[in-house]
């Protein structure tokens, strides 16, 4: 049986073939820039004011205190130009700078009396509350690299330099199964022995937190069903994730139909804890994950395996955390235990509290866990105040 660490490696080192696609820039949030987004010209692109008031000369401010107005120029106004440097120019907030003219004093430093503004203060100087001219970006310059994560602070950036549509990394094509005549769905009353289906919608759910849809199918444990369904599956969509089908039992079918279809096992078996079944197969255009039906198994091995596969397939980035622990703990198994937290801030550290639990089937105590905490095999005691990765389960990005 393979570590974790041999497993996230298998995992990827196996990406599928990406493609692009162009898509509206209002549609455009959390996707990532497949391209290079230039400066159609400088930015800002004139001598721009900063603040209300009046524009002149700063060489005139030691020499009078009272400026005459010409005119006043407005945002999005054609650029005027003083006349005579011993006059000003009111002037309006991300207006043109006007010609002649190279200071603006905003209005709570001037008195405007009869058509003139008595300056209150000589500490002005050339080019004071003006944005110039290039200062952020010449026409040409590179503003948002290629590989960038989509975020309303780069849209502000695309819509400035014309980018009505957008190259962007392709969303792969996702289905995600559900397996075992034991589940019903979540509209029906269960009998004694069946219960509500819960996986796929969680796995649905942090698929749509990263911006990704997926559809959900429900497969019986029917061997030859399993086999055509999948067939027909395999014909529609890139990505498959499982829950269930995965172990050992004598209706765990899901290992044999993948390679009657011709998908190459890669991983099945992880030593960890929970998540043990874990399942990796590919073929030239596939690639399936198999996570044990348990929710807590399949929660944290999607989080551990697939989330990271998928980011680094769209080219984005997660941010690795690490968090200490509140309190001692003792796992003898000579396995990676991935054991669920509560997290809490104290300043810059971040402290993590286990969540009580029966099991990886326990759902309910699922939801009160923000994350796992991932406790390395070679150790059985891990004190109080050690630190370990940290992974989220309900952050978007992290």
Request: glycine letters at 6%; hydrophobic letters at 40%.
């Amino acid at each position: 049986m393979i570590t974790v660490d041999e497993a996230i490696k298998l995992v990827m080192e196996n990406p599928l073939p990406v493609s692009v696609e162009k898509i509206k820039l209002s549609e455009s949030l959390n996707r990532v820039l497949a391209q290079d987004i230039f400066a159609d010209r400088d930015s800002p692109p004139f001598h721009r004011v900063t603040m209300d008031g009046i524009a002149l000369r700063a060489s005139m401010i030691d020499k009078t205190d009272v400026f005459p107005i010409e005119a006043i120029q407005a945002a999005g106004q054609e650029q005027l130009s003083l006349s005579q440097e011993e006059h000003c120019i009111e002037v309006m907030t991300g207006a043109v700078l006007p010609g002649n003219t190279d200071c603006v004093i905003p209005y709570e430093k001037i008195l405007i009396n009869d058509n003139k503004a008595k300056i209150l203060s000589h500490s002005f100087s050339a080019f004071q509350n003006v944005h110039l001219k290039g200062t952020d970006a010449h026409q040409g310059d590179v503003l948002i690299p290629k590989n960038t994560l989509i975020h309303p602070g780069t849209i502000g950036v695309l819509a400035t330099v014309g980018q009505s549509e957008i190259r962007v990394y392709k969303n792969p094509n996702i289905v995600i199964c559900s397996t075992g005549d034991e589940l019903v769905d979540i509209s029906e009353t269960p009998l004694p022995h069946q219960i509500r289906k819960s996986n796929v919608y969680m796995l649905q759910a942090a698929l749509k937190n990263l911006g990704i849809g997926a559809k959900t199918v429900h497969i019986r444990d029917d061997k030859a069903q399993l086999k055509k369904d999948l067939a027909n599956l395999l014909e529609e969509h890139e990505i498959l994730l499982f829950s269930g089908a995965v172990s050992m039992g004598k209706f765990d079918f899901l290992p044999e139909v993948l390679e009657e279809l011709n998908i190459i096992k890669i991983i099945h078996g992880v030593a960890q804890k929970p998540g043990k079944p874990f399942l990796f197969g590919i073929d030239d255009l596939h690639r399936v994950f198999g996570f044990p039906g348990n929710p807590a198994s399949t929660l944290i091995c999607f989080h551990a395996y697939f989330k990271p596969w998928l980011m680094q397939q769209l080219g984005k980035k997660i941010t690795r955390h690490h968090a200490s622990l509140s309190q001692a703990i003792n796992f003898k198994k000579p396995v990676t235990y991935h054991v669920l937290v509560q997290v809490k801030s104290e300043g810059e550290i971040l402290i993590v509290e286990p969540v009580s639990n029966s099991g990886s089937g326990d759902l309910v105590h699922l939801a009160e866990a923000d994350g796992f905490l991932t406790l390395p095999a070679d150790l059985e005691i891990f004190e109080k105040g050690s630190v370990f990765p940290l992974t989220y389960l309900h952050h978007s990005w992290l």
